[in-house]
């Protein structure tokens, strides 16, 4: 293994182009503003100018998109990934996406001689930037051991969930995981507030016992000071809880913490916040008792 | 300050009963049943056969006890502590309880001179045995650094909050951060049961990154072996999630997420599940999906 295409070279992707070439693997990246990539053109990589001509000759395609529209876009539309790739290439989505639709690339993949696997990750900018990512991968397990040389590349903590699919639904855990902690991190924080609490002492006290989370802090700060700059965009975290809780409906759950985080989120993105990072959630709290 | 009464010497108190005589201290102790308490006896402390005597002639008073009612009754019934403790005394409730009720015994201790303060603590029993508890502190700061040296007996993250009621208020918050938290983990462990992947591979795979938390540490590993022994009581759980949504109202909060777990565990403690560890929550879930 040692051609790789690499579309989506956004703030993640050009981290984990880069953590690929200090691997020694030979990059090719297509990207629809070339501008916007010319420094890892610099570094070395190799830039194409269509999807079609990236994937063509490479032993493995990494994909790491926005929506799932994309990613349908750039695997199932005429001449893109599935038209254009060798035969026995090694597909690997990880772009966060509905289970139902990795599994759908998965169907289309095999059918035409790939081997094909979804490979969501966790960590952000900075795991990708480390080279630290988890990832979380579904498919074949011969496959996923095939491309374990990519996948130390740009992770650390890097595990088989299943079969097709399953790294999503891990991905999907993850999400859920989240939205219950950040929605109590901020429940908390403002409820110290409107005691009147010192929330850099209230932060200090809790953060330490059992109430510690990674996401407080992350993001417990943050909030203190009003920074709302996205470390990972509301609207992708939306995204997100809404594949899930489709997921979850599907399988007949209730998973209500879920649900009224979703709606939260979903109320301040109707009043154009879905730019700002996930922490703004606390205008939600604040929003709600007219404190704004 | 040297002679110390202690009320509520149970699997905390006895902890942190015996830290104080590690610290110097002479511990003078109550309780209901002398027999649960023998082995303190041995290692030191003072049994007294009622509070009146157990309190009077001491530097300072500490109480850790179950509920509120057990609070009011320690401390404002005939010949308790307001009753029989000498003029200048330190009283210092750790009990989780109401802001309005360490209100109360500030303003009641007060007029009778006391010096008095709330000082409810996280870190359970394995904080109170190791002397690593946070101790969230409401009162006067100069009766707060008065005691000192008791705090540095039991704990180690130590933070003064405010005013009378402010320790109770950060406790609040903290177990507010902790029912969002531990319902995120629940409905992303029941997604995943649902969804056919290894729970052991998902814990692995989550608890580095952006979703892992303490209670994820804690009891992502009980829920996946069905051990729901009580680190912390559910029905404890359940009285602390009631105050805290009771104060929220007060102040003109809607705390959704704080709401759906309170409702959740009262679900769950009306079917005979109260005397469960916290971490029985995952049951609401497997439950209402028809799996149990």
């Known amino acids: 293994m040692n051609k790789i295409g690499f579309i989506g070279v956004g703030i993640m992707g050009k981290s984990m182009v880069r953590n690929l070439m200090k691997a020694g693997f030979e990059l090719h990246i297509y990207a629809r503003a070339k501008a916007k990539v010319e420094d890892v053109i610099e570094e070395g990589a190799v830039f194409h100018e269509s999807i079609g001509d990236c994937v063509k ?5 990494i994909t790491i998109v926005g929506y799932p529209a994309d990613v349908e876009e750039v695997y199932f539309e005429e001449g893109n990934i599935l038209d254009s790739a060798d035969e026995g290439t090694y597909l690997i989505d990880m772009t966060t996406t509905s289970p139902m639709l990795a599994e759908k690339i998965y169907e289309k993949g095999t059918n035409r001689g790939f081997h094909v696997l979804d490979a969501p990750v966790t960590g952000g900018d900075t795991g990708a930037r480390e080279g630290t990512l988890s990832i979380l991968v579904g498919g074949r397990q011969e496959d996923y051991e095939a491309c374990m040389p990519l996948f130390e590349a740009t992770g650390t903590n890097i595990n088989f969930q299943g079969g097709p699919g399953s790294g999503q639904h891990c991905k999907m855990a993850n999400q859920i995981m989240i939205a219950g902690t950040l929605s109590g991190v901020c429940e908390a924080l403002t409820y110290a507030k409107a005691k009147g609490l010192d929330l850099s002492t209230v932060l200090q006290s809790v953060s330490t016992g059992a109430a510690g989370s990674r996401q407080l802090d992350i993001f417990g700060p943050k909030i203190l000071e009003g920074d709302y700059a996205p470390g990972f ?40 916040y879905g730019d700002l990072g996930t922490q703004a959630l606390i205008k939600h709290y604040e929003e709600s008792c007219g404190e704004e």
Request: net charge negative.
């Open 57 to 61: 000759g490479c032993d493995a395609v």
């Open 233 to 272: 965009f509301m609207k992708h975290f939306i995204k997100d809880m809404k594949l899930a809780l489709t997921e979850a409906n599907l399988s007949g759950l209730s998973l209500e913490v879920l649900s009224q985080a979703l709606a939260n989120y979903e109320e301040l993105e109707s009043v154009g």
